[in-house]
């Protein structure tokens, strides 16, 4: 019998094939064809995984995927924009936070209560969808009411006659209501205030996320007063619409699903895991940096994590690990750990060529971001193809000279460029601005040229 994951996260990435998928991620990422192939079947498996028998479905774990590769290569796109297709719970997190907690660091499981967290926003967003049609009916009606208090016929009034004038009059409101005529009108409405928050207790070296209800305990304590808010009549319709939202929503359905969701279909990206490394027989920082991998190890390896909507395993969870290992490698982790992550791959560093396609290429490329934010300013910012291999050149040469960082280096070069446009763009009298070669040796060539001022500006 096939198992399906709840919802709708199936349906986007169920009929992507392998091949499709590395098509997606192309229209984002520029190059790294071995690391979108791994996470594309990866993302391939799970599909395969939810057609199996529950018996055989619960004995395959998924690949863990280890990304090795200098920073700006796009590790961390290739993971989020992996997890948008696949409309999964998905959480970025620091390794090195971890280290030395109770003073700087986290405690490990933050990571997997941080996901079901997103995990219960997603399917909540998914249910106010679904009800808000009818949310915004209750709303309705109940403004109306406000607007009309329902009366009570006189004694010698025909009540059938009195209804049906009533009718008339509320339909009437109704119209007034919808073709914004009653905008400028204040109503009184009750609104509740929100319930006690929930309470986080300090345990030991970890800080326990402890939902405790004093409503339940105490029910005559916390029964969320009312109090009357003057509000014109189109923000009470949107009020009392979230109010109605609300009422529709079963909590505790949406935290199963949600926690099912993350069960079966999360996705955790571990960056900078080179900066944990560290093996045994050292001395200092690094034997803290062990004991992070080894808290790490279980949550990888597959365990049961409480959370406040419930107890939540991490067996199917699919975990990316990324870092540079610059100074490591990735041979400097525990066994163990490496063990957990089967899949490597190893994102190459970028050239001149492919900051020539990352300016241009990807759907929301960094130029065309820059002449969408002119163009608020009615400004028509024109690139020319000098320009951008231009760019593409004093960025690849100031990463050679400097810290390669990546396509990270295009960010402080294009401001750098478009500095003098982005402040006095108000102010222009010429609307038509065209960025040539001669303009980007203009603005950056000095720069460029001098290393020492290269270092501090771009």
């Known amino acids: 019998m096939p198992i399906y994951l709840p919802e709708t996260t199936q349906t986007s990435s169920e009929a992507l094939t392998p091949r499709q998928i590395v098509a997606e991620l192309d229209k984002y990422v520029i190059g790294q064809a071995a690391a979108k192939r791994a996470v594309a079947i990866a993302l391939r498996n799970r599909t395969r995984r ?47 936070k971890f280290t030395e907690v109770g003073y700087v660091g986290r405690d490990v499981e933050s990571m997997v209560r941080d996901l079901v967290e997103l995990g219960v926003d997603m399917v909540r967003e998914e249910k106010l969808e679904e009800v808000r049609s009818k949310a915004a009916q209750n709303a309705e009606e109940r403004l109306l009411d406000i607007l009309l208090p329902p009366t009570r016929p006189a004694s010698d009034e025909d009540p059938a006659a009195t209804r049906e004038h009533q009718i008339q009059t509320r339909e009437r409101l109704r119209d007034q209501l919808r073709s914004g005529r009653l905008d400028t009108r204040v109503v009184e409405v009750d609104a509740r205030e929100k319930a006690f928050p929930s309470v986080e207790i300090i345990t030991g070296s970890s800080v326990e996320e402890v939902d405790i209800n004093l409503k339940d305990m105490l029910p005559g304590l916390f ?98 690990a990324a870092g540079a290992f610059h100074v490591s490698k990735p041979s400097d982790l525990i066994p163990e750990l490496q063990g957990r992550f089967p899949i490597r791959v190893e994102l190459e560093a970028l050239g001149k060529e492919e900051f020539v396609r990352i300016l241009t290429e990807p759907r929301s490329a960094l130029v065309k971001q820059y002449m969408a934010l002119m163009e608020t300013e009615g400004i028509d910012l024109i690139f020319t193809d000098d320009a951008i291999h231009r760019i593409a050149d004093y960025a690849t040469v100031v990463n050679e000279r400097t810290e390669n960082i990546g ?52």
Do not use: C, W
């Open 223 to 320: 029964q969320g007063k009312t109090k009357k808010r003057k509000l014109r009549v189109p923000e009470a319709l949107e009020f009392l619409a979230q109010e109605e939202e609300q009422k529709l929503i079963d909590m505790d359905s949406v935290a199963r699903t949600a926690v099912e969701r993350v069960e079966q279909a999360g996705i955790i990206f571990i960056d900078e895991i080179d900066k944990i490394s560290g093996r045994e027989g050292s001395h200092g920082p690094d034997v803290s940096r062990e004991g992070v991998q080894r808290d790490i190890l279980p949550i990888v390896e597959g365990t049961t994590v409480n959370t406040k909507y419930g107890m939540v395993r991490t067996d199917h969870i699919l975990f990316i």
């Open 407 to 458: 396509a990270r280096r295009l960010h402080t070069v294009m401001e750098k460029l478009l500095d003098e446009i982005s402040f006095e763009g108000p102010d222009l009298l010429e609307k038509r601005v065209v960025i040539d070669e001669a303009y980007v040796i203009r603005m950056l060539a000095d720069i460029v040229k001098n290393e020492d001022l290269s270092r501090y500006i771009l």
């Open 50 to 96: 939810q057609k199996l028998a529950p018996e055989l479905a619960e004995e395959i774990a998924p690949k863990n995927i280890l990304m090795i590769g200098p920073t700006g290569v796009g590790k961390t796109e290739i993971a989020r924009r992996l997890a948008r297709l696949a409309q999964s719970p998905f959480v970025k997190v620091e390794a090195s």
